[in-house]
């Protein structure tokens, strides 16, 4: 139980153009998603926290424009990297819980990785 | 804001041997959780702990939450090559946000 998948696990795009990540509960409803954002040989870093059905809470230095979540149902929510640019390239990671389950575990997705051009 | 101190940094051992890591926190923790992360990959939970003193197995793995609520450590027995990865600890104070350790990237040497 508990499997979370994200879509797709890995893309290039040009600089400038938009790139929509997906991220799936598979076999549990996911109340709250988080969006991660890992660089080589580092930790994972909360970009968002985003809540079904209400726009998400961004992260101290987060840009909430640049980075477009929704989260418009209990099984998905997506990541929209507007306007990439080389630096947004990264290995982004989604979790999903379930706050009515009263734990505060949380179950990650396979990561994607963006590469800008 | 809340920081936990995640050591050692990296292991190196022989297949076979015991391996222990352990993090501590800045705050009072009322859940620890232990995640293992291989290349390429999100990370997988290990084991949730979720009162002090709790100590719970999950085949080889061992996890203990602190007495004092601020400390984790997980202990690995008898270690075999697929153990290798970095593992994170985590926790929470009661948000439903977690704070990471920076991780213990273990290696295993057949």
């Known amino acids: 139980g508990a499997v979370v998948s994200q879509h797709p696990s890995w893309v290039i795009c040009k600089s400038g153009t938009s790139v929509k990540i997906e991220c799936r509960s598979l076999d549990f409803q996911a109340t709250t998603m988080f969006w991660y954002r890992q660089f080589p040989k580092q930790s994972l870093m909360l970009m968002a926290t985003?809540?079904?059905?209400?726009?998400?809470?961004?992260e101290q230095g987060v840009e909430k424009d640049k980075f477009l979540i929704n989260h418009a149902s209990l099984t998905l929510s997506t990541l929209t990297v507007t306007s990439a640019h080389p630096e947004d390239s990264s290995f982004y990671i989604c979790?999903?819980?379930?706050?009515?389950?009263?734990?505060?575990?949380?179950?990650f997705g396979p990561g994607t990785r963006l590469t800008v051009t | 804001g809340q920081q936990l101190n995640q050591s050692p940094q990296s292991m190196f051992i022989q297949e076979g041997e015991d391996v222990s890591m352990n993090c501590t926190s800045s705050?009072?923790?009322?859940?620890w959780l232990w995640y293992k992360q291989e290349p390429g990959e999100g990370p997988v939970l290990l084991i949730a702990l979720y009162k002090a003193g709790e100590l719970t197995s999950n085949g080889r793995l061992t996890a203990q939450f602190g007495i004092t609520r601020k400390d984790s450590f997980l202990n690995i027995s008898a270690s075999i090559p697929s153990d290798v990865g970095i593992y994170f600890c985590a926790g929470t104070g009661g948000s439903e946000k977690l704070v990471f350790g920076k991780g213990t990237k273990l290696t295993v040497n057949p």
């Open positions: 979790s999903a819980s379930d706050a009515r389950a009263g734990s505060y575990e949380q179950y």
């Open positions: 985003s809540n079904e059905g209400s726009k998400a809470t961004y």
């Open positions: 705050s009072i923790f009322n859940t």
